[in-house]
C-alpha cells in the first residue's frame, strides 16, 4: 500500500464514512507521513465541530450599517443609470439642434438668393 492510496482513504476514515482494512491501519501505524496527515484530518474536523457550536453575536449596528451601505450603493447607481439616460437625451437634443440650424440656413441662403435673383431682373 502507498502513501497516495491511503491519503485518498483517510478523510472518509476520520469522518466516519468508511472503515480503514487492516493493510490500510498497518500503512498508517508504520508512516509517519500518512500519521501527520491523519493528525491534520482529525484538528480539521474538531475544528469543523466547534464552528457548529459557536453563535456569533454581530457587533451592534452591524445591520443598520450594512443596509445604509446597500442604500447607497443603490442610489448610486439610480443617479448613474440617469445620468446616462439624460447624456442620451442631450446628444439627440444637440444633434436635431444642429441639423435644424443646418435647414435654417440652407433656406436662409435659398431665400436671399431668391432676392437676388428679384432685384438683378
Known sequence: MQCDDVAVLLPEIVDGDAVADRRVQRH???????????VQYRKLLKALHQLRTQVLEPAPGLLTDILAGLE????RRAVRSLLSGRTA???GGIAATAAAG?????LLAHRARERRLALAS
Open 102 to 106: 443646418a435647414v435654417g440656413a440652407l
Open 89 to 91: 437625451a442631450y446628444a
Open 28 to 38: 498508517v501505524e508504520s508512516c509517519l507521513r500518512c500519521q501527520a496527515e491523519l
Open 72 to 75: 447607497a450603493a443603490g442610489e
